[in-house]
């Protein structure tokens, strides 16, 4: 039996952010043989997110730098504001879990299979296919359908399924950087998105509530919006649905990343969140204080059930009122009187604002960021940090 005081489940985003900031002897264990593959993300997140992590925000983990996140609505209007510098990336997901797994504190195994977890004392002992290991202390960051949950008899979290694909093309008519669309015609309950990579290369996915058909519906709207179109990898997978709760901390066990469900239930976006998560739960460990992971989780701006509220009536919505909302968003002026419930437009703008600047834009700090880090060298595959 070996021992080990902290053991991170999943070398993902999450886990590996974890890696990077653990300062007790720790050990992180994947299944895969390989970090970063298979990928199953739209890859996009703020460059304010990679600022707040201390993450190079250039560099071969960058495919792409965004001015612009747009928002397409059933009346060809469309929201967003192109700015005078990139403030979003099109990320190489497996080249940046890589670049995190160079910087980890922890040893990282691979091919090591999470079989069994029970609890003994105030230890954990995790039984692998490789051994067993005795922990104090857990991170589990294995991802939605996380083995830790269910061998703990933890609830279950509610997942969408999203079918995504990289995809070589030519666009019909104007380029498409970033955008998502939105409409009963494109992605009823849901939506599609596309994000380029490089070139004609591009992210694109969709995800909806009734996933029957959503293969069908993506297939129609790549041939609207496409031709040459080549399909070159598959990165369907599941998507938390419903946000995270306070129930993030466990018997010592930390829930992080999409294991913890620390997905904006309205856009969806879930990598900057990882990032965070797997930092907040290594530091409360490193203080050794486990319970101050859901404090910080506690203090954040806006809760998953303000935003599960707002999921709700977006993807409840007829077009005629995402057209009204859109009506709306590009023209504070418009006529509340022509929205049934305009109590219910109100909430859902202001909640998503605060969204925006917490989630997206990181305004709002993400409480246990340690400041002093300097950042030595930013450009390129050499960037490195120090940490003072």
């Not at 995270?244 to 990598?271: M, Q, R, T």
Request: hydrophobic letters at 40%.
């Amino acid at each position: 039996m070996e021992e080990t005081e902290v053991c991170i489940i999943g070398a993902g985003l999450a886990g590996l952010s974890a890696a990077r900031w653990i300062r007790k002897p720790a050990i992180l264990i994947e299944k895969k043989s390989e970090i970063g593959k298979p990928v199953r993300c739209g890859e996009g997140i703020s460059l304010a997110a990679f600022v707040r992590e201390n993450i190079p925000t250039q560099g071969p983990h960058i495919a792409n730098l965004v001015n612009e996140v747009r928002r397409s609505f059933p009346n060809a209007k469309v929201i967003g504001q192109m700015r005078e510098r990139p403030y979003a990336a099109i990320l190489f997901k497996d080249k940046l879990e890589q670049w995190l797994s160079s910087q980890s504190a922890a040893e990282i195994r691979l091919n090591t299979i999470l079989t069994n977890a029970t609890k003994e004392n105030d230890s954990w002992l995790l039984t692998t296919n490789q051994g067993v290991i005795r922990t104090k202390y857990v991170i589990a960051a294995d991802g939605p359908a996380s083995v830790v949950r269910r061998l703990t008899m933890r609830p279950k979290i509610n997942c969408l399924p999203a079918v995504a694909e990289i995809i070589s093309a030519s666009p019909r008519s104007e380029e498409i950087e970033c955008c998502l669309f939105f409409g009963n015609q494109v992605a009823p309950g849901g939506y599609t998105w596309v994000f380029k990579q490089s070139g004609n290369y591009y992210n694109v996915g969709i995800t909806m509530r009734e996933n029957g058909a959503s293969r069908n519906y993506l297939q129609r709207f790549l041939n609207e919006k496409f031709t040459d179109i080549q399909r070159l990898e598959n990165r369907s997978g599941l998507i938390p649905s419903q946000g995270w709760s306070h129930d993030c901390h466990y018997e010592n066990i930390l829930f992080v990343g999409d294991a913890g469900s620390f997905v904006d239930p309205i856009f969806k976006g879930g990598n900057g969140l990882a990032l965070a998560t797997g930092r907040l739960a290594a530091q409360a460990l490193n203080h050794g204080r486990p319970q101050k992971f859901t404090q910080d989780v506690k203090s954040w701006p806006i809760s998953a059930g303000e935003l599960n509220s707002c999921a709700n009536w977006l993807y409840g919505a007829d077009d005629k009122e995402l057209c009204l909302l859109a009506d709306y968003m590009l023209n504070s002026d418009a006529r509340q009187e022509k929205y049934a419930d305009w109590s219910r437009v109100k909430y859902f703008l202001e909640t998503w604002g605060k969204a925006r600047n917490f989630v997206w834009e990181c305004q709002s700090s993400i409480s246990g960021y340690c400041p002093n880090h300097r950042i030595i060298r930013t450009i390129g595959p050499d960037a490195r940090f120090v940490r003072e």
